[in-house]
């Protein structure tokens, strides 16, 4: 604990000295204030990018945690996530995408229920007899039961909500817990006990899998998410015919006319009196940092206060002794991959609900590899880490932009940050060096 708090003060001098020679690089703000206001307007905005790369560090961490694998794919289960919701969310759902959907969310509800019910293996009994038997069993019938029922509901609410946004929620959940689920049992699940480089090479070919696939339904154009966009209407067309006795114009209703979508205006925070200027913030930014912290915060809860969170701690730290006194590894590792995922997804689209971005191939993939340095700074299996991590980077990103004119000083200040702490902590801020006994 005491090691882990000299490491956060460390962090806090390392910031707050970058914030002074950036104070020291701009004008006087003791006349004008206008500088004095820059840096914070500037240090707030790499706070909220900051929380949407600890968004996607932790995503990162959670596998690399659980399994020892980096995930390369994570990039593109954030495109996939993302486009998922535009899909569900730009408009009601076909009947079909619903009932597919339904079924998805079923079969994960079924296979909740029934954890832990394997087919018992004799050899008098064929396969129908060894199906029919685990389908007798009480859990598999409550599982069966259970599965229909959340088809049914989840086909409902597509048809029934009007909510463009918790329709979009839904799809996008439901589709990237079944990605993270599909992946786990298809590619990685095979290579346990082989070389941990085939895994690894293996989310690589997931990606691009991924990225074929994304190509091959929704084609390669962009797509806005217009969250944070008001929509277009129609304004009547007022003019005034005369004054009336009480000499008040009189107006008259001739038409209407279209009003274009725009962009919902930033949040504003009074602060002229004592920074010079008023703060803004674009609404993207804050609503995705209030979400990225609501995540890492509902994570860290998970992760210490239930069974399955602390069977994925005991997972994380030994396979081997934690399937040797009883617990599901196999199971434990299908948690991780669809709760990273799900967190994948949400990265995503608070990527792309950014004024003028949207879901595209060369945005949302590589915030993955802008978010690389946040888990290598943090430290490859610590979630704190994660967290301070990507706080730092986004920080140290945006004050580097209005330092440096130039999207180069912007993309290089990260690293270079980076390498600094790696000299002096090879392992990341959190990180812990294993010592493997052979």
Same mark, same amino acid.
């Given at each position: 604990?005491?090691?882990?708090?000299?490491?956060?003060?460390?962090?806090?001098?390392?910031?707050?000295?970058?914030?002074?020679?950036?104070?020291?690089?701009?004008?006087?703000?003791?006349?004008? @204030?206008?500088?004095?206001?820059?840096?914070?307007?500037?240090?707030?905005?790499?706070?909220?990018?900051?929380?949407?790369?600890?968004?996607?560090?932790?995503?990162?961490?959670?596998?690399?945690?659980?399994?020892?694998?980096?995930?390369?794919?994570?990039?593109?289960?954030?495109?996939?996530?993302?486009?998922?919701?535009?899909?569900?969310?730009?408009?009601?759902?076909?009947?079909?995408?619903?009932?597919?959907?339904?079924?998805?969310?079923?079969?994960?509800?079924?296979?909740?229920?029934?954890?832990?019910?394997?087919?018992?293996?004799? +050899?008098?009994? %064929?396969?129908?007899?060894?199906?029919? %038997?685990?389908?007798?069993?009480?859990?598999?019938?409550? =599982?069966?039961?259970?599965?229909?029922?959340?088809? =049914?509901?989840?086909?409902?609410?597509?048809?029934?909500?009007?909510?463009?946004?918790?329709?979009?929620?839904?799809?996008?959940?439901?589709? %990237?817990?079944?990605?993270?689920?599909?992946?786990?049992?298809?590619?990685?699940?095979?290579?346990?006990?082989?070389?941990?480089?085939?895994?690894?090479?293996?989310?690589?070919?997931?990606?691009? /899998?991924?990225?074929? *696939?994304?190509?091959?339904?929704?084609?390669?154009?962009?797509?806005?998410?217009? $969250?944070? /966009?008001?929509?277009?209407?129609?304004?009547?067309?007022? /003019?005034?015919? @005369?004054?009336?006795?009480?000499?008040?114009?009189?107006?008259?209703?001739?038409?209407?006319?279209?009003?274009?979508?725009?962009?919902?205006?930033?949040?504003?925070?009074?602060?002229?009196?004592?920074?010079?200027?008023?703060?803004?913030?674009?609404?993207?930014?804050?609503?995705?940092?209030?979400?990225?912290?609501?995540?890492?915060?509902?994570?860290?809860?998970?992760?210490?206060?239930?069974?399955?969170?602390?069977?994925?701690?005991?997972?994380?730290?030994?396979?081997?002794?934690?399937?040797?006194?009883?617990?599901?590894?196999?199971?434990?590792?299908?948690?991780?991959?669809?709760?990273?995922?799900?967190?994948?997804?949400?990265?995503?689209?608070?990527? @792309?609900?950014?004024?003028?971005?949207?879901?595209?191939?060369?945005?949302?993939?590589?915030?993955?590899?802008?978010?690389?340095?946040?888990?290598?700074?943090?430290?490859?299996? %610590?979630?704190? =880490?994660?967290?301070?991590?990507?706080? $730092?980077?986004?920080?140290?990103? +945006?004050?580097? *932009?209005?330092?440096?004119?130039?999207?180069?000083?912007?993309?290089?200040?990260?690293?270079?940050?980076?390498?600094?702490?790696?000299?002096?902590?090879?392992? =990341?801020?959190?990180?812990?060096?294993?010592?493997?006994?052979?």
């Amino acid at each position: 604990m005491n090691k882990n708090a000299k490491i956060i003060q460390w962090t806090a001098i390392t910031i707050a000295l970058a914030l002074t020679i950036l104070w020291a690089s701009m004008d006087d703000c003791s006349n004008t @204030g206008e500088s004095c206001g820059n840096l914070v307007q500037f240090t707030l905005n790499g706070m909220m990018v900051g929380g949407v790369y600890a968004l996607v560090a932790l995503g990162i961490v959670i596998i690399n945690k659980a399994s020892g694998v980096f995930n390369f794919a994570h990039g593109y289960m954030m495109f996939a996530g993302g486009m998922l919701f535009w899909q569900t969310f730009d408009g009601p759902p076909s009947d079909t995408l619903a009932l597919i959907l339904g079924m998805i969310a079923g079969l994960v509800v079924l296979g909740l229920v029934t954890t832990g019910v394997e087919l018992r293996e004799t +050899t008098q009994q %064929s396969r129908m007899q060894k199906l029919g %038997s685990w389908l007798r069993t009480p859990r598999v019938q409550i =599982g069966i039961v259970a599965g229909l029922v959340t088809t =049914g509901v989840v086909f409902i609410l597509f048809n029934q909500l009007n909510n463009d946004i918790l329709r979009g929620s839904l799809g996008a959940l439901i589709g %990237s817990i079944a990605i993270g689920l599909a992946v786990e049992r298809f590619t990685i699940r095979p290579l346990l006990g082989q070389p941990l480089l085939a895994a690894i090479m293996m989310t690589l070919a997931v990606g691009l /899998v991924l990225q074929g *696939s994304i190509s091959l339904f929704w084609g390669s154009q962009p797509r806005p998410l217009s $969250v944070f /966009v008001e929509p277009a209407r129609e304004e009547p067309i007022v /003019v005034p015919i @005369g004054i009336d006795a009480q000499g008040n114009t009189i107006y008259q209703e001739v038409g209407t006319q279209a009003v274009p979508p725009k962009v919902q205006p930033n949040y504003r925070v009074e602060t002229e009196d004592w920074l010079g200027k008023d703060l803004s913030f674009q609404r993207n930014l804050v609503w995705g940092f209030v979400i990225a912290i609501s995540c890492f915060v509902a994570f860290v809860l998970f992760f210490e206060f239930t069974n399955v969170g602390l069977a994925m701690r005991a997972v994380a730290e030994n396979q081997v002794l934690a399937e040797s006194v009883g617990l599901r590894v196999r199971t434990i590792l299908a948690v991780a991959w669809a709760i990273a995922a799900a967190m994948a997804t949400i990265a995503g689209v608070i990527q @792309g609900t950014g004024p003028g971005i949207g879901l595209s191939a060369i945005v949302i993939p590589p915030l993955a590899l802008r978010a690389f340095p946040a888990v290598l700074l943090g430290g490859l299996e %610590s979630i704190t =880490g994660a967290l301070v991590g990507g706080l $730092v980077i986004g920080i140290v990103e +945006t004050l580097a *932009s209005a330092l440096v004119d130039s999207t180069t000083g912007q993309e290089f200040a990260p690293f270079a940050v980076l390498l600094i702490v790696l000299m002096l902590k090879p392992d =990341g801020l959190f990180g812990q060096r294993r010592i493997d006994r052979v």
